[in-house]
């Protein structure tokens, strides 16, 4: 009887232990799980400075192709009109838009030189304009979009970023129960990122952050090496130019989008960095006849640095930036960032970053990336906080 | 029995002697390397049909030896500048005499060259891995002589490849620790 006793004690004992063993393991996975993809935090876009006003004239500017793809340029352009109208902005008419560009031979629609802000504030009454830019279009199922917009006030030879935010989504982002969650359509999916990008819009111009769409696993796409100089001081307000990326990647525009990333992400941080309008470093570049040549010199550096009155230029190389077709697959994002600094004329950052859509994914595609935007958005993210914080 | 052991002995000094000796290194003795503050990095020879391995290699090497704080390094693209106004015919094997010249426009201390001979898949049968064997030298910029010259080869198939299978390392992965490997021997 006895022995019977200790027997069944022992084996009490040893389901206890299993017991405790199986809790630990699922704990584990519960945390493993919440690192890979739960733990995504959400990202906050600055509203507009109040000395701009809350509700300016708006001129939509036609959307910048840099997917270079065959994509509905117009209905973007026409489904935000429509979208900013709802939201009670008055917009300036196309054909007034059309006018001013013709006569102004505008060309580039990527960005507002001050020739051009001072022309839409005065022949078209606008207190800002928005730029679209167009980074991946792919309407094969899942359908897949990345879009950037931001608006740029005009009225003075020096225009200033307003507002900026972007959107990079895939139809099978979420796929819910049952696959009833899944966008087939690309004409839904668009109305999505437009309806996001405008909805941000509307928060930024009523004094609201905006909680953004993007997402940043904390550590997840941390560079992979960086250097910080002493030399970068995190309590200055930099004047930052961030030049086009030098691109030795297969994707035809990557230098001009990784820019597009760093400026998005730099005016998150008004306290830290006042970011040049691209449009004004572009008409620079023509200006100054800098051709950057396996990227950039001190002496571009410094002919920027003179001309647009700046601290800081930002730029770097783009080796690696592709997105991929149909459902399978994975996005992958490679490149270097390098800051030059005005006073010691020294590079006072350089990184190298480079993932997948599936870094750090480790159960059942939990946290994974669907388009090299959202990724790049992040890594860039990474990059400019440590920046900040060292 | 006691030559059976001595054969498995000799067998394992054959195996380990083949494993190791993976690497060269060369340091001028009489060369200060404290007195080495700016670097240029040429940009590489690549002897493999990557044709993005030598941009990756270079530019993994010019962040790391950053990130030491031991060096300052140039940018890319203020090589470049250096490069055409110096009229150096092989950016990745320059003469001494273009060395010096290129180093006087740059305000460099020393060049790196290197060249790219191994980056990519490897197969053997079925085992297949990824592998990176990078070679590198330090030319001064006072006289344009070879300094410091190193190698390093990581990655490849081993037998716990061939026997278990398992996935290769990401390229990103043994270029990083195949520079952290050079940098340690520049440093030694």
Redesign the interface.
């Known amino acids: 009887m006895a022995a019977c006793r200790r027997l069944l004690a022992a084996r009490y004992r040893l389901l206890v232990t299993r017991c405790r063993l199986l809790v630990i393991c699922l704990a584990m996975a519960c945390l493993a799980a919440a690192v890979s993809g739960c733990a995504a935090s959400s990202v906050r876009t600055p509203p507009v400075p109040a000395s701009y006003g809350r509700r300016p004239v708006v001129v939509v500017l036609p959307v910048q192709n840099l997917s270079r793809t065959d994509a509905p340029l117009k209905g973007i352009r026409q489904s935000f009109e429509d979208r900013l109208r709802k939201l009670g902005l008055r917009v300036v008419p196309e054909d007034v838009v059309e006018q001013v560009m013709a006569r102004h031979r505008m060309r580039d629609v990527g960005g507002l030189n001050a020739e051009m802000s001072l022309a839409f504030s005065k022949e078209a009454g606008a207190g800002a304009v928005l730029i679209t830019s167009l980074e991946l279009y792919d309407p094969t199922y899942p359908p897949k979009l990345a879009l950037t917009a931001r608006l740029v006030a005009t009225g003075s030879d020096e225009p200033e970023i307003l507002w900026m935010d972007s959107t990079g989504v895939s139809g099978d982002d979420k796929p819910g129960l049952l696959d009833l969650g899944i966008v087939r359509d690309p004409g839904r999916l668009l109305e999505k990122a437009v309806g996001y990008l405008a909805g941000s819009l509307d928060d930024a111009l009523s004094g609201r952050w905006t909680k953004g769409n993007g997402v940043l696993m904390a550590g997840r796409f941390k560079p ?4 910080r100089s002493p030399l970068l001081d995190p309590g200055r307000r930099y004047t930052v130019v961030v030049a086009p990326f ?1 691109n ?1 990647s297969h994707r035809s525009e990557a230098g001009n989008i990784m820019m597009l990333h760093f400026v998005e992400e730099l005016c998150r941080h008004r306290r830290h960095f006042r970011v040049i309008e691209p449009g004004l470093i572009r008409h620079e570049f023509l200006n100054e006849r800098i051709i ?9 550096a410094d002919a920027l640095f003179s001309q647009l009155r700046a601290d800081l230029i930002v730029t770097g ?1 783009v ?2 930036y592709q997105d991929y077709k149909g459902p399978d697959g994975n996005p992958s994002v ?1 490149f ?1 960032t ?1 800051a ?1 600094e005005d006073n010691s004329h ?2 006072v950052w ?3 970053d ?1 993932a997948t859509g599936k870094k750090g994914v480790y159960f059942f595609d939990r946290g994974r990336i669907s388009t090299a935007h959202r990724m790049a958005s992040a890594m860039a993210r990474s990059v400019v906080e440590l920046m900040i914080k060292g | 029995m006691a030559n059976l052991k001595r054969i498995i002995l000799l067998a394992v000094v054959v195996m380990f002697a083949g494993c190791g000796g993976r690497a060269a290194v060369y340091h001028d003795k009489n060369m200060d390397f404290g007195s080495i503050h700016t670097v240029a990095i040429m940009p590489f020879m690549n002897l493999t049909t990557d044709a993005g391995a030598a941009e990756r290699v270079r530019d993994v090497l010019s962040d790391s030896l950053l990130a030491t704080g031991a060096v300052y390094v140039l940018p890319s693209g203020e090589v470049a500048r250096g490069l055409a106004r110096a009229g150096v015919n092989s950016p990745s094997e320059p003469a001494p005499a273009e060395v010096k010249t290129f180093c006087s426009f740059v305000k460099a201390d020393a060049v790196i060259t290197g060249v790219i001979r191994e980056y990519g898949e490897v197969r053997s049968g079925n085992t297949s891995s990824t592998i990176i064997s990078v070679s590198l030298q330090m030319m001064e910029a006072q006289s344009g002589r070879i300094v410091w010259s190193a190698s390093a080869t990581e990655g490849g198939i081993t037998i716990w490849d061939r026997l278990f299978g398992g996935g290769a390392e990401p390229m990103n992965a043994i270029t990083q620790k195949a520079v952290d490997e050079l940098i340690k021997k520049l440093f030694a």
Do not use: C, H, P, Q
Not at chain 1, 224 to 227: A, E, M, P, Q, T
Not at chain 1, 292 to 300: E, L, R, T, V
């Open positions: 992979n090496r960086f250097f030098y030795v950057m040549n396996d990227g950039i010199s001190f002496a571009n190389k080796l690696d490679d270097d390098l030059i020294e590079v350089s990184s190298s480079s």
